[in-house]
């Protein structure tokens, strides 16, 4: 498998612009994240997916933000209008989540979108 | 509000050395627990992951957990200068599908 896959790598868009990050997740994964990474505020949850259905998107900044999940093998987060403070590194993160006691429930991140609005 | 809390560092040993790492959480329900690397301009990745009481090792590292006292450290022995990362704490709860993550922990090794 070629693991979690995201685009673009690298973003740098004017401040306004909409930006849409993409994500591929591994295959047979039923359990899809989103996450931002900042210096400031380290590594926070943005919204996360099971079985293609939005769970928890009360990380989610604003309404600036959303997030879909068409089918099992793609998601997308767009951000319109986009604003400085969203510079961050933005990562996609899949696994075979469940509850309890699981081997299964680890991530798998993919190797992040960097995003830089101006 | 669930909390894993780990000193942000940095934390610096010689090549050679023990480095310990310690992450403390809130959630005295939390039973599975992780440890993250994540190299400078990288993704994380999972080196770690424990679920019951004690050590467990594997390879030059081992990960010690003691729900009693809420906390889950990760010991690296002979570090190496490539161990130079930061490394994320990470707690879930039985209750949950959601893994809580520290803010991650600076090492770095000096030759």
């Known amino acids: 498998d070629a693991g979690v896959i995201q685009s673009p790598r690298h973003e740098v868009t004017e401040m306004g612009q909409e930006v849409t990050l993409r994500c591929k997740p591994i295959?047979?994964?039923?359990?899809l994240f989103w996450y931002r990474q900042t210096m400031m505020r380290g590594l926070e949850l943005l919204i996360y997916f099971n079985n293609n259905v939005p769970i928890d998107d009360s990380g989610m900044p604003e309404d600036r933000f959303s997030a879909k999940m068409p089918n099992a093998s793609f998601s997308t987060l767009k951000i319109q209008p986009s604003e400085p403070r969203d510079s961050a590194v933005y990562f996609c993160a899949s696994s075979h989540l469940g509850r309890g006691l699981s081997g299964a429930n680890v991530l798998t991140f993919g190797a992040g979108s960097r995003l830089t609005v101006l | 509000q669930k909390e894993v809390e780990q000193n942000s560092g940095p934390l610096s040993v010689p090549e050679g050395a023990i480095a310990s790492l310690n992450c403390t959480y809130s959630d005295r329900g939390s039973q599975s627990f992780f440890w993250y690397r994540q190299y400078s301009g990288k993704s994380p990745e999972l080196i770690m992951s424990i679920y019951s009481n004690g050590d467990k090792e594997d390879g030059r590292f081992t990960a010690q957990l003691n729900k009693a006292s809420q906390y889950v450290s990760l010991l690296i022995r002979d570090s190496q200068p490539s161990d130079s990362a930061t490394y994320l704490c990470a707690v879930k709860s039985g209750g949950s599908y959601i893994p809580t993550f520290g803010r991650g922990t600076s090492l770095i090794v000096h030759p």
């Open positions: 295959s047979g994964h039923n359990s």
